[in-house]
């Protein structure tokens, strides 16, 4: 039994997951079908043509779809507090704590904020502030035993835990395997974290972007190291390997936890001009940082601006400056000269 001539051009050259339709006049066109978790596949993302496949290949939970333009996220937060759980009645069974002690603690006070697609925003304040604990709250992870209360948004809805699907945490401490290289790695990284119908031309293809874009082409051969053990690649290399790893299925929405802990001046400004050159990208990038230098400083499109769990001042850097150094001062800097910002650590 032979196939007739229109279904044999039905089935010749149709990509996964598109349906060619043919009409009298011979033009055809291509007809994106739902894939398995409900939503249309965005094989041609809004950013930009070159993320085309990464793009297209992240699961998007039930609880997004329907929200329009992922690609483009506006993150806003209303009424954020946050409580530490009291102390157990009996500490090892021993010692009992008095009552004042075993009241909860709140440690983020009816906090509102935020940031729009293609800005780079800074979260600041002393120790103890609750930066990393906001920041934990916004992108749904390490909360542990928390109390939160509050509303977090994605375009204009309100959101829960599936925001970990569509978002990038990079946290302050790199956890890597030593003994792979840079490129390994990320090949690795790839196999877990992309669509599984994703081919592997297509994946080895988003790696090597990934490399070419973060500035590993020269260490991409390096084995990453064992601090102590194994010498390897140098830690602005590992913060940026840090965030190769994130962006592989080219989430639109990143979050940071204080990504220049560690490193010198020069190393700090690398790391943050990449960042710099994401937002610019169209995506939504949320840092904490802690003793910025003026050129980092100044890097930041917003700054939010946290002391004792409260807001201090939330906006654009292009402020008068008696009230930004006023908002310092509030926050817990003892001295603040706007012009000249020294880096101490």
């Known amino acids: 039994m032979t196939s007739s001539p229109e279904t044999s051009r039905g089935k010749a050259n149709v990509p996964n997951g598109q349906l060619k339709l043919t009409t009298n006049d011979e033009s055809s066109t291509p007809l994106i079908l739902p894939r398995h978790s409900g939503h249309l596949d965005r094989s041609v993302s809004p950013r930009s043509d070159k993320y085309s496949i990464a793009s297209s290949y992240y699961e998007v939970p039930e609880e997004l779809i329907g929200v329009e333009n992922l690609d483009n996220i506006t993150l806003s937060w209303y009424g954020i507090n946050v409580w530490l759980p009291p102390p157990p009645a009996k500490l090892c069974g021993l010692i009992k704590p008095p009552p004042e002690q075993r009241v909860r603690k709140q440690i983020v006070n009816n906090v509102n904020g935020i940031v729009r697609p293609g800005e780079l925003l800074a979260i600041m304040g002393a120790s103890g502030a609750g930066k990393t604990t906001l920041l934990n709250v916004l992108n749904g992870r390490n909360r542990g035993a928390l109390k939160i209360e509050g509303s977090i948004c994605i375009n204009n809805r309100k959101v829960g835990k599936a925001i970990t699907s569509i978002s990038a945490y990079v946290q302050q401490v790199d956890l890597f395997i030593g003994t792979l290289t840079v490129r390994e790695h990320l090949i690795f990284q790839s196999q877990l974290r992309m669509d599984k119908h994703m081919s592997s031309a297509d994946r080895m293809r988003r790696v090597e972007e990934v490399i070419g874009e973060l500035g590993l082409i020269k260490c991409q051969n390096t084995m990453i190291g064992i601090p102590g053990r194994i010498k390897g690649i140098s830690g602005g290399e590992m913060k940026r390997l840090a965030f190769a790893s ?39 990038v949320v840092v904490t940082i802690h003793q910025p230098s003026s050129e980092v400083f100044a890097m930041f499109d917003r700054l939010l601006l946290m002391s004792e769990g409260r807001v201090a001042y939330l906006g654009s850097l292009g402020i008068p400056r008696p009230f930004l150094v006023h908002s310092l001062t509030v926050s817990g800097s003892r001295s603040c000269q706007l012009g000249y910002v020294k880096r101490t650590g």
């Open 246 to 284: 994130e962006v592989l299925t080219n989430p639109p929405l990143m979050f940071c936890d204080e990504p220049t802990s560690g490193l010198d001046a020069f190393m700090a400004q690398n790391v943050i001009t990449v960042l710099r050159e994401m937002a610019a990208k169209g995506k939504t």
